[in-house]
């Protein structure tokens, strides 16, 4: 069983930047993936970003060149650095990983961004 606990989120205004963070109850080998997925309303939740050691992170286009990954296996977070964000970017956002045959989400953090 792995929890999940996200938190930064909250308003923010177009072009600024929030910082997410993801924690884990337990430890989470470096190369086992760790995802952030986001869901807007009325839209299907998306891939949109996912990190792994001996690979480069994977981003989704719309988020390419603004948001970054990163994650500290010692402390079991993960992180998503936010930045230029636009009013597409509004949204929950939830933390990912698939470990030991099972697919655990955290409860998501909501994201807004406002002009």
């Known amino acids: 069983q792995v929890q999940l606990v996200e938190s930064g989120g909250g308003l923010a205004q177009a072009g600024g930047s929030l910082t997410l963070s993801c924690k884990a109850s337990?430890?989470?080998?470096?190369?086992?993936?760790m995802a952030w997925y986001r869901q807007a309303p009325g839209k299907q939740r998306e891939l949109v970003a996912r990190?792994?050691?001996?690979?480069?992170?994977d981003y989704a286009d719309s988020v390419m060149g603004r948001f970054t990954i990163s994650r500290d296996n010692a402390k079991y977070m993960v992180y998503l650095e936010m930045k230029g964000l636009k009013r597409e970017d509004t949204a929950v956002y939830y933390c990912?990983?698939?470990?030991?045959?099972?697919?655990?989400w955290g409860q998501g953090t909501q994201v807004t961004v406002d002009y």
């Open positions: 990190i792994r050691s001996g690979r480069d992170p």
């Open positions: 990912n990983v698939r470990h030991a045959g099972s697919n655990y």
């Open positions: 337990r430890s989470i080998h470096s190369s086992i993936p």
